[in-house]
């Protein structure tokens, strides 16, 4: 017989991608989680919390203080929720790699060097800190990701070795430092899968699972006592989920699942298409007889996005989990709660044109960075995509009424947003159809009223979006979004310069505008992107390198 309700339902923040969310934001998210009916928050810091001992682990990058984390988990404590602690023992912690202190610990790109005393150690002074900041007894110890463990310097030092033998004599180092300091661990479980399948994540059919699973058995021993967490945010499948839950059961009961409100793709939040993938997951989860789940707020590339745009999703989770307080009909709960109906929130998804069900692009923040000389992503812009942006702003605008409720500053900025674009978006398509064509009157216009009308929205934007940033988190990591957004409005100010040249005769020609615009070509991460969803800053913006 399946379950009817979750035992626990979590949350975790993302506050490594340079947004740590500041300690007021955090209490006030606390609370909003609380009035849902969540058992408990997480942070997942991979080195943004202060760590005794290692003076760079998270040096000015607004890492948490213990005594923040103590206040945090007291006021999480004062409401019945638990604060749990998300960080990495193996892969992940990206940030300390540059530094001196560090060269030793590590194996390869951000995976640390197993089996070696110097990252015991640092493992060690981790696990004690998380001990004595946290009430509670469990964590998170990640090992997600480290897909070249053991192919670098332990290799090296080594020769290769069986990895899933690394990964398990690694994890049962880390068990036994949790165990010594009294915590109970969980591990994400995707590294188990991926070394014994060619790199996949679970088996969708029969005869793949029947020998993953008999790899499980063979290979695969799990510490007792460590619960294995399968995240998974990209199928709106039940069957899909409940295959590969069957394929975790082989290893051990003590599992749970982690979802995801899609917050990390961008500016813009994935709120209809989250919805239905956590639909189909806790579905699943409770036909599965799996009670335990937490919702992910990944931060990706920059977090750009607001925790609170993923408002509806969580909801939908705390619904479908049975966690809802009995507080009247679920839509004015979340009304009482957050000021705004779900419809309202919904909006949000606005800025990414034809997001939705099962379909999501993250055009946005795509044709926000698109080079207008370049037109990289030219390709992708959708017909009347100015009228669309005007028409997806005014309805944004109009959610925020008097300008002076609770979330009005996440409306602003996608609103905002939204207002660059209705003049960005295709602004590259215009000016090489004027160009080539010699449509001086059009490129006139472009460089005395488009752009610098483009400028001053894009000030707008990045005021708006300032203020969303700092109402939420610490200022450590804006400078980024400084750096992106100013060196767009600098280009923008060259672009114009370079059309006065040309229209004064000055310049014979814009050699960018010269070439012929090609589709998308990028095979990134192994997938093509002709389907508009790629999220990293340095292949938006240029085709030139940004990092070596």
Known sequence: ??????????????????????????????????????????????????????????????????????????????????????????????????????????????????????????????????????????????????????????????????????????????????????????????????????????????????????????????????????????????????????????????????????????????????????????NACLEMDVDSCVMTMWGDDGTECSMYAVLPVLYEAARLGGKLPDKGAPEELFENVTGYTTEDFMLLDIANPGSRGEKRNQLSKILLFNDPLLGIYDSLVPDAVSDYYNRAADKLFAVMKNGSRRFDQVFEMQAQLCSVLSLKADLGIRLRDAYQNRKTDTLTDICNNVIPELIKRLDAFYEAFKSQWMLENKSFGFEVQTIRIGGLKQRLIDIQSYLEDYLSGKLQTIEELETKALPVGYALHGESIDSPEYNRYQKLATTSRLTW
């Not at 206040?71 to 990206?94: F, M, V």
């Not at 015991?120 to 469990?138: A, D, F, G, N, P």
């Not at 036994?176 to 070394?195: A, V």
């Not at 409940?242 to 003590?254: F, P, S």
Request: proline fraction near 2%; charged fraction near 25%.
């Open 1 to 282: 017989m399946s379950i009817q309700r979750l035992r626990e339902l979590g949350v975790m923040i993302d506050c490594s991608r340079n947004a740590v969310v500041k300690l007021s934001a955090l209490k006030d998210f606390i609370k909003i989680c609380a009035d849902f009916g969540y058992d408990y928050v997480g942070l997942y810091t991979e080195d943004t919390f202060e760590v005794t001992d290692e003076p760079y682990f998270g040096y000015q990058r607004g890492r948490y203080t213990q005594a923040e984390i103590r206040e945090a988990d007291e006021y999480a404590k004062s409401l019945g929720l638990e604060l749990r602690p998300y960080i990495q023992t193996l892969a992940h912690i990206n940030q300390i790699v540059d530094y001196a202190d560090y060269i030793d610990h590590i194996d390869l790109e951000d995976i640390l060097l197993a089996g070696d005393p110097r990252t015991e150690r640092l493992l060690e002074h981790i696990l004690s800190t998380v001990s004595k900041t946290y009430s509670t007894r469990k964590v998170n110890i990640g090992m997600d990701e480290a897909h070249m463990v053991g192919l670098g310097k332990y290799l090296d030092l080594h020769g290769y070795q069986n990895r899933v033998e690394i990964l398990l004599q690694h994890l049962d180092m880390v068990v036994k430092l949790c165990k010594k300091h009294g915590l109970q661990p969980q591990m994400w479980s995707d590294m188990f899968f991926r070394l014994l399948s060619q790199g996949g994540y679970g088996a969708e059919d029969e005869e793949s699972a029947k020998k993953l699973t008999e790899s499980f058995a063979k290979e695969v021993k799990i510490p007792e006592g460590l619960e294995l967490v399968y995240w998974d945010y990209y199928s709106t499948a039940p069957d899909h989920y409940k295959r590969i839950l069957a394929q975790h059961k082989v290893m051990t009961d003590n599992i749970s699942f982690a979802g995801g409100a899609w917050r990390w793709m961008g500016f813009t939040p994935y709120n209809d298409y989250s919805i239905h993938a956590t639909q189909a997951a806790i």
